[in-house]
């Protein structure tokens, strides 16, 4: 390949070289032989058009620029004929060398432009007229020559009409090529005529007549090239979308294709992949990068004039589209050229595509046969690859890095391991705005629940241990549509340890826990409370988040009587939550001290529900064992007694905390007293009364109990 281009770009050369002796030959008879009186042109003459003056001005369909019919003119006429005294032969010759360096396949580049923009051969000379002042720099002088002044050394339409035999009126148009297509750039100020105003080539074009070939700068500074996919490298669903696309875009030019779905990864692969199926390099456009205003028509021209000298694939990321960039976005497609994806998370209304593509991440099935393939001939390999997929839902190039990042771990952790931690990281969602992680301490596996409060915790953590078995092996998901995830209520008072139970189930779980912010997620705007729930769901699937949505009565609250909009859209609102939910595919815990204020249909839907009791006796005693870290010095601390306090596991925790601090501020050993003074304190936060003939009967007996 290397060689072929090297001979074009010799040919291309020899070409230019030729097209210049023409154009020097083309002077020399236009100055005459006296160099130093420039002959002026005699006389200027409009093509005739076959009709008379009267007959063509009052047609309707009359265009001052049409280009003279075969049938109108039977042979060029000069609009400004050239001077007396030329020298035929030597031009003759020059035209001559130039019909044969013009031979060859591909053509040189001059050629491909004037094909590709279906330029006149007049316009094509324009072209060449103004590439040589930037080819050779003793041309202008010859310019100015011919055109009767020192100060007129850049080239003109009306010095092309001196030169060409071919000359015609509508290379002057705005709709003719050269000027649509910004191939010249004029300089016309003031009063200047349109005729003599100077002309200069545009850079790019410039370039691409040497033989150098690349992105427009004004195109280039806004899009980001996207790394290229071979499709092998894509999952067995998405390969096949690549076959849709492909043969789309071999039928139809421009192809202008939706890409619709949750996953933005998934989307730009696919896009990456189709285009280098066809041969072309993807650029990426941020949709809020779109010009504005006249900007816009600029950079659109541009875009067009790109895509045929350069063909490319754009990608328009409208994934997270703003109102304000919508407009925008429906102008640049109705006036695509080329390959055009448009990245959508929903759609867009009014949109003028050839084919809607929807993407999703690949199936679970297809995940786990990545896995198995990524992890190739590792002990127990179909094992991990099925745990794996079933908790994390990662496209393959994430699963590859997933692996290559586990290989290179710490040697003293176990491989499986490794293998869980990178694919926590990896697929970690980015919620840092409308959520909270929570770093799970060892002390949650000390929670204190009754037995049949325990044994629902333990089922929760086996349902979505043991997904990939019952879903995949045994073929539940080719039944479910929805559901396929848990979900869990925790109901109890607060402080009876809904969010250390959450805690505990991540631990066991060895997944994140996010905790969230329900401040952040509900909005006052229209449509922002459904836009920030999709973000969160979408976030957590990818990771396998466990999500904890706490004081989740806020949120799922009971749908109410439609009386005004605020009431039709809170509505809406319960009912995406619904369908979310249900949609998930992780574990998605709610806590509330109002079971009865929820949503009876959404606490329909829920797999588990899980009721925290007020402790008793015998729960608050191995609360209290358990407040305390080993390191804490304690003296005659009796559990029994404390236990006879009325208090929940959150009161017992906040207690040991200031205890703690009195008996550190002191220099003491925590004692009975420390500790009831600390209950009163937490019963005045809770507005409780305190009786102190409780707490007098209740007081330790002076001995270290630990």
């Given at each position: 390949?290397?060689?072929?281009?090297?001979?074009?770009?010799?040919?291309?050369?020899?070409?230019?070289?030729?097209?210049?002796?023409?154009?020097?030959?083309?002077?020399?008879?236009?100055?005459?032989?006296?160099?130093?009186?420039?002959?002026?042109?005699?006389?200027?003459?409009?093509?005739?058009?076959?009709?008379?003056?009267?007959?063509?001005?009052?047609?309707?369909?009359?265009?001052?620029?049409?280009?003279?019919?075969?049938?109108?003119?039977?042979?060029?006429?000069?609009?400004?004929?050239?001077?007396?005294?030329?020298?035929?032969?030597?031009?003759?010759?020059?035209?001559?060398?130039?019909?044969?360096?013009?031979?060859?396949?591909?053509?040189?580049?001059?050629?491909?432009?004037?094909?590709?923009?279906?330029?006149?051969?007049?316009?094509?000379?324009?072209?060449?007229?103004?590439?040589?002042?930037?080819?050779?720099?003793?041309?202008?002088?010859?310019?100015?020559?011919?055109?009767?002044?020192?100060?007129?050394?850049?080239?003109?339409?009306?010095?092309?009409?001196?030169?060409?035999?071919?000359?015609?009126?509508?290379?002057?148009?705005?709709?003719?090529?050269?000027?649509?297509?910004?191939?010249?750039?004029?300089?016309?100020?003031?009063?200047?005529?349109?005729?003599?105003?100077?002309?200069?080539?545009?850079?790019?074009?410039?370039?691409?007549?040497?033989?150098?070939?690349?992105?427009?700068?004004?195109?280039?500074?806004?899009?980001?090239?996207?790394?290229?996919?071979?499709?092998?490298?894509?999952?067995?669903?998405?390969?096949?979308?690549?076959?849709?696309?492909?043969?789309?875009?071999?039928?139809?030019?421009?192809?202008?294709?939706?890409?619709?779905?949750?996953?933005?990864?998934?989307?730009?692969?696919?896009?990456?992949?189709?285009?280098?199926?066809?041969?072309?390099?993807?650029?990426?456009?941020?949709?809020?990068?779109?010009?504005?205003?006249?900007?816009?028509?600029?950079?659109?021209?541009?875009?067009?004039?790109?895509?045929?000298?350069?063909?490319?694939?754009?990608?328009?990321?409208?994934?997270?589209?703003?109102?304000?960039?919508?407009?925008?976005?429906?102008?640049?497609?109705?006036?695509?050229?080329?390959?055009?994806?448009?990245?959508?998370?929903?759609?867009?209304?009014?949109?003028?595509?050839?084919?809607?593509?929807?993407?999703?991440?690949?199936?679970?099935?297809?995940?786990?046969?990545?896995?198995?393939?990524?992890?190739?001939?590792?002990?127990?390999?179909?094992?991990?690859?099925?745990?794996?997929?079933?908790?994390?839902?990662?496209?393959?190039?994430?699963?590859?890095?997933?692996?290559?990042?586990?290989?290179?771990?710490?040697?003293?952790?176990?491989?499986?391991?490794?293998?869980?931690?990178?694919?926590?990281?990896?697929?970690?969602?980015?919620?840092?705005?409308?959520?909270?992680?929570?770093?799970?301490?060892?002390?949650?596996?000390?929670?204190?629940?009754?037995?049949?409060?325990?044994?629902?915790?333990?089922?929760?953590?086996?349902?979505?241990?043991?997904?990939?078995?019952?879903?995949?092996?045994?073929?539940?998901?080719?039944?479910?549509?929805?559901?396929?995830?848990?979900?869990?209520?925790?109901?109890?008072?607060?402080?009876?340890?809904?969010?250390?139970?959450?805690?505990?189930?991540?631990?066991?779980?060895?997944?994140?826990?996010?905790?969230?912010?329900?401040?952040?997620?509900?909005?006052?705007?229209?449509?922002?409370?459904?836009?920030n729930l999709r973000d969160v769901f979408d976030g957590a699937e990818t990771g396998g988040a466990i999500l904890f949505f706490d004081e989740a009565d806020a949120l799922f609250g009971k749908r109410?009587?439609?009386?005004?909009?605020?009431?039709?859209?809170?509505?809406?609102?319960?009912?995406?939550?619904?369908?979310?939910?249900?949609?998930?595919?992780?574990?998605?815990?709610?806590?509330?001290?109002?079971?009865?204020?929820?949503?009876?249909?959404?606490?329909?839907?829920?797999?588990?529900?899980?009721?925290?009791?007020?402790?008793?006796?015998?729960?608050?005693?191995?609360?209290?064992?358990?407040?305390?870290?080993?390191?804490?010095?304690?003296?005659?601390?009796?559990?029994?007694?404390?236990?006879?306090?009325?208090?929940?596991?959150?009161?017992?925790?906040?207690?040991?905390?200031?205890?703690?601090?009195?008996?550190?501020?002191?220099?003491?050993?925590?004692?009975?007293?420390?500790?009831?003074?600390?209950?009163?304190?937490?019963?005045?936060?809770?507005?409780?009364?305190?009786?102190?003939?409780?707490?007098?009967?209740?007081?330790?007996?002076?001995?270290?109990?630990?």
């Open positions: 390949m290397s060689e072929e281009i090297d001979l074009w770009l010799d040919r291309n050369n020899a070409y230019l070289a030729a097209a210049l002796a023409h154009l020097r030959a083309l002077l020399r008879a236009a100055i005459g032989p006296d160099a130093g009186t420039p002959q002026a042109p005699t006389g200027t003459a409009l093509a005739e058009t076959g009709r008379d003056d009267d007959a063509a001005g009052s047609w309707p369909g009359f265009n001052l620029f049409r280009r003279p019919a075969a049938a109108d003119a039977a042979a060029p006429v000069l609009l400004l004929p050239g001077p007396d005294g030329t020298d035929p032969a030597a031009v003759a010759a020059a035209a001559e060398r130039l019909a044969e360096a013009s031979a060859g396949d591909p053509p040189p580049a001059l050629l491909m432009l004037a094909g590709r923009f279906e330029l006149s051969d007049f316009e094509r000379d324009i072209l060449l007229l103004c590439l040589a002042a930037e080819l050779d720099p003793g041309i202008p002088a010859s310019y100015a020559a011919v055109q009767g002044s020192p100060g007129r050394a850049s080239p003109s339409f009306a010095l092309a009409m001196t030169l060409f035999d071919h000359a015609a009126w509508d290379a002057l148009s705005p709709e003719r090529p050269l000027r649509y297509w910004r191939l010249i750039d004029i300089n016309q100020p003031g009063a200047t005529p349109l005729t003599t105003a100077a002309l200069r080539i545009d850079e790019r074009i410039a370039n691409f007549a040497k033989g150098l070939n690349h992105l427009d700068g004004r195109i280039a500074a806004l899009l980001e090239p996207m790394p290229a996919v071979i499709p092998e490298a894509l999952a067995p669903s998405h390969r096949v979308r690549i076959a849709e696309i492909e043969r789309l875009a071999r039928a139809t030019a421009p192809a202008r294709i939706a890409l619709v779905g949750p996953d933005r990864v998934s989307k730009r692969r696919l896009a990456a992949a189709a285009a280098a199926a066809l041969g072309l390099p993807c650029y990426r456009l941020p949709a809020e990068a779109i010009p504005t205003g006249a900007e816009l028509d600029s950079f659109l021209r541009l875009w067009l004039r790109e895509s045929l000298l350069l063909p490319f694939a754009l990608h328009l990321d409208g994934h997270d589209l703003p109102a304000t960039a919508e407009q925008n976005v429906r102008r640049l497609v109705r006036r695509a050229g080329g390959l055009l994806f448009v990245d959508l998370r929903d759609g867009l209304s009014g949109l003028e595509i050839d084919s809607r593509v929807d993407v999703a991440r690949p199936t679970a099935l297809e995940q786990r046969a990545e896995w198995e393939n990524q992890l190739g001939e590792r002990p127990d390999s179909a094992a991990t690859a099925a745990r794996l997929s079933s908790h994390f839902d990662l496209d393959f190039a994430d699963i590859a890095a997933v692996v290559r990042e586990a290989d290179a771990g710490a040697e003293d952790v176990p491989p499986e391991e490794r293998l869980w931690r990178s694919s926590v990281t990896r697929g970690r969602p980015s919620l840092a705005q409308l959520a909270q992680r929570i770093e799970v301490k060892p002390s949650c596996r000390d929670i204190v629940l009754p037995e049949g409060e325990m044994a629902l915790l333990d089922h929760i953590a086996a349902q979505v241990r043991e997904r990939a078995k019952v879903y995949d092996d045994w073929g539940f998901r080719e039944r479910m549509n929805r559901g396929l995830g848990v979900s869990a209520l925790f109901a109890g008072d607060s402080g009876t340890g809904k969010t250390m139970a959450a805690e505990m189930l991540a631990d066991r779980l060895s997944l994140d826990l996010y905790r969230i912010d329900l401040s952040a997620v509900v909005s006052k705007y229209i449509g922002e409370t459904e836009k109410s009587d439609v009386k005004d909009s605020h009431d039709r859209y809170a509505n809406i609102e319960i009912d995406y939550l619904l369908q979310r939910m249900e949609a998930f595919a992780g574990l998605a815990i709610l806590a509330t001290n109002m079971k009865s204020a929820l949503d009876p249909a959404f606490v329909r839907r829920l797999r588990f529900i899980v009721n925290f009791p007020y402790p008793g006796p015998g729960e608050r005693r191995r609360i209290w064992q358990h407040a305390f870290p080993p390191g804490v010095p304690l003296r005659g601390v009796d559990f029994e007694r404390l236990a006879q306090l009325d208090l929940t596991g959150g009161n017992i925790h906040g207690i040991a905390i200031n205890a703690a601090f009195m008996a550190a501020a002191a220099g003491t050993p925590v004692t009975m007293d420390l500790l009831l003074d600390a209950c009163r304190i937490e019963l005045r936060k809770l507005d409780r009364p305190v009786n102190e003939a409780d707490f007098r009967r209740i007081r330790a007996v002076a001995g270290d109990r630990r």
